[in-house]
């Protein structure tokens, strides 16, 4: 119960900074409601991918309380620990208010067939990340947030990771993006009952980690894009212990709303815990699949 209050927290603290200043914005727009403007809608569409660039890299800031989401709808296929299908579903809220951002990113991963752990009704792996991002200069930033996991094939009952950190946008162009992004922060890891750790319990696993992530979209034409992210977790107590994440998609827009990606994923885990006494968990799975975007 602890540990939903403090997510729930976080959740919160990231995404109230945004309302208030929607709340402010709206406000003014009351008072000046007589004088003549350009529709919001329009003037977002013209700051293109806002969501992911610095607000500072616009001239003049755009003062107006921006928001946009996306959801994604895939189909992929899993080769690693167990060859199997998933059902995937992504979603995206992003707000924004001049230098403030809030995200709340939440994906579920429910498995359509096969299973290192045999047939279960609890076959998933779901993921949140709440996160507050704040523009510096026209090119550095600071976020803090929180990512939870509940991962089935990894036996994985409960993971949180809070982290606090400075990114930087190597390359910040209409076709090119480049950022790069390091934190510390701390890690409560929970794994499910059949685990063991050198043939004992481990409990919960309280350590202290780096977190880090780059991410690369080139604009190849106004209607296709590539997209490449990279994430990575060290432990810092237990050096010898980190995993990874790399992603690669191709995304071709078909309306301003609606778009088809081409998606590659492969996750390596270094360190992983005996199950039911045996190491029967590979370090390396690997996703390929289509997705469809829906974007508002």
Known sequence: ?????????????????????YAQDASKSAEESAKPAAKPEDAAKKLGEWWWRNSLSYDPIPSQFLYHGEVKFAYLRETGNTPKENYNVQGLLAFRKEQLTGYLQYGLTKEASGSVFGDSPDRRIENLHPSVRYDLTSKLYAQTGALWTKDYDRAINNRETYYLGLGYDLIATPQYLLTLFLSGGHEDLEYQEMVT????????????????????????????????????????DEGSRYRWTLNLGIEFK???????????????????????????????????????MVSF
């Open 1 to 21: 119960m602890h540990r939903v209050f403090k997510f729930v927290f976080v959740i919160v603290i990231c995404l109230i900074f945004p309302v208030l200043s």
């Open 197 to 236: 750790i050198n043939h004992k319990p481990p409990g919960i696993l309280r350590n202290s980690v780096y977190y880090g992530d780059q991410r690369f979209r080139w604009g190849i034409t106004e209607n296709i894009a590539f997209n490449e992210k990279f994430e990575f977790v060290g432990n810092v």
């Open 254 to 292: 078909l309306t301003p709303y609606l778009a088809l990606r081409l998606d590659y994923e492969q996750k390596y885990f270094n360190f992983q815990p005996e199950v039911y006494g045996m190491d029967v968990l590979q370090k390396r799975d690997q996703k390929q699949g289509i997705m469809v």
